[in-house]
């Protein structure tokens, strides 16, 4: 068996024609060009080649794109004030914390400085208490990325055993409530989990989210799974032993060109529709 590799590449691409479409339609319509306003704390390299790309991409789907930048030593309550500066602000439909932020800074408070409904990362308690609930919100990026790969290509979820390992409150735990939410069976695993290569052998669907380059082994897979690598390490590798899972998946998620494409183009969709719920929705109620 030699997998299928999922071109998350291809449908991030197509994902955002459509977002440049919808953000067309709503500068027609308003006169107004959706906004995404991201925050940078540090010069951190990877950061900031991160926060880059995405105003580059914002800039392609026609939005409007802020960048406040401000310095390392910047505390929680400095960070947590200019957040809500821009939860105030009216001109910006979404926000994005560019993670991680230095260790002195309490990272959850500046999350929860961010407005729900410009929540368009997916990373405060109120989007995850959506997700968990089945609520209107939005979807963590990265997990909301992995259900829409894994619905382009067509993967049974309900009633499947998924197996999650990795905890973060932005990729592993929101990706298994979404999983949930589909009727899939989910296990979490981590660092301490008993007997983690006996638990991945019983998974239809793997979602690696460890952060550890080539942590899952091809020999713990059961034969025919379908397995996401949302890891990203040093030298373009993932969290899967990728070569080894070739031989025993169905599908493969590929690093790079899998799961990180998704996780901006689902930001950008995600800012278009808080764009459209702040200017179009008050007015047709109003």
């Known amino acids: 068996m030699t997998a299928r590799l999922m071109d998350g590449a291809a449908l991030a691409r197509q994902l955002a024609a459509d ?16 906004c995404l ?5 540090g010069e951190d390299p990877a950061s ?35 957040i809500a500066g821009l939860s105030a602000d009216q001109a910006v439909h979404g926000i994005l914390l560019q993670h991680p932020v230095p260790g002195h800074v309490d990272e959850r408070a500046a999350f929860e400085a961010i407005a729900p409904a410009k929540d368009v990362d997916g990373v405060t308690m109120h989007s995850l208490a959506a997700m968990a609930l089945g609520e209107p919100g939005f979807r963590s990026a990265t997990p909301g990325g992995i259900i829409r790969l894994l619905d382009a290509y067509d993967v049974p979820l309900a ?15 929101p990706a298994g ?10 296990t979490f695993c981590h660092s301490k989990t008993r007997d983690l290569p006996a638990i991945v052998a019983t998974a239809d669907i793997v979602v690696a989210a460890v952060g550890k380059p080539e942590f899952v082994r091809g020999a713990w897979l059961k034969p025919g799974a379908v397995v996401i690598d949302a890891g990203y390490n040093a030298g373009n590798v993932g969290d899967v032993a990728a070569a080894e899972a070739a031989g025993v998946a169905s599908l493969l998620t590929p690093v790079p060109g899998g ?19 702040q200017v179009m929705e008050p007015a047709s109620t109003g």
């Open 48 to 82: 900031v080649t991160y926060v880059r790309m995405k105003q580059r991409r914002s800039a392609d789907a026609g939005f409007e794109s802020r960048t406040l930048r401000l310095p390392a030593s910047t505390t929680t309550s400095e960070l947590v004030e200019a």
């Open 37 to 41: 306003a991201a925050v940078l704390v």
């Open 177 to 186: 409530l979404l999983l949930l939410a589909r009727n899939a069976t989910v």
């Open 19 to 34: 977002t440049a479409e919808r953000a067309a339609r709503l500068a027609s319509a308003s006169g107004i060009r959706p």
């Open 259 to 277: 799961v990180g494409p998704m996780t901006i183009a689902v930001l950008l969709a995600q800012t278009v529709d808080a764009a459209y719920q």
């Open 159 to 173: 009633g499947q055993h998924a197996v999650v390992i990795g905890r973060s409150p932005i990729l592993g735990k």
